[in-house]
């Protein structure tokens, strides 16, 4: 009735299984939280916020041509960079042009548009003033639009995007940050 060929579950056997058990419940308990990251609300200094905002600046609301979204108009330009409302409609330019970028595009944090020359270092506090033909005349304007002071990013995550533009035949950088 009793056969000694088959034996019950062995100490060795007990180890492994609770040894494999354990690793997967580890394994589970590590993981299973990242699985949720997509879903939870993006912070506001995310990259996807930045180049949404690079895009919409040198695409949308300063671009000559919606054919030719890195090619800028000079009068849109420097009604955006001066937030001249005016000069903005003389121009037909974006009905937006003089909002500020963080209302514009609908951020809760700070954000800074700095258009400068390509090989610029540190354009976000040192960019030298641009100087612009419009159909409207010449204008100096500072190349540098932000809803906050840029020392401010100081200890902050910051996200930073660029396109290279085109301003009446110059190339340019634009960079955005976000913070």
């Known amino acids: 009735m009793w056969d000694n060929g088959n034996r019950a579950q062995t100490p060795i056997d007990f180890t492994v299984g609770a040894g494999v058990f354990l690793l997967t419940l580890a394994f589970v308990i590590a993981f299973v939280p990242t699985l949720f990251d997509p879903f939870s609300a993006a ?36 009604a955006f960079l001066s937030a001249n409302a005016t000069l903005g409609s003389e121009a037909d330019c974006h009905p937006a042009i003089a909002e500020s970028p963080a209302a514009h595009f609908g951020i809760d944090g700070d954000v800074q548009v700095v258009i400068h020359a390509p090989d610029e270092r540190n354009p976000s506090t040192n960019a030298s003033t641009l100087s612009i033909a ?46």
């Open 134 to 179: 419009t159909r409207h005349g010449r204008f100096e304007v500072e190349p540098d639009r932000t809803t906050a002071d840029p020392s401010d990013a100081a200890g902050k995550d910051v996200t930073v995007s660029q396109r290279l533009v085109s301003i009446g035949g110059t190339q340019y950088r634009l960079t955005v940050r976000v913070w």
């Open 43 to 78: 912070a506001t200094a995310s990259p996807v916020v930045s180049d949404r905002v690079a895009a919409g600046v040198a695409g949308d609301l300063l671009a000559a041509s919606p054919a030719e979204p890195g090619v800028l108009s000079p009068a849109c330009t420097v």
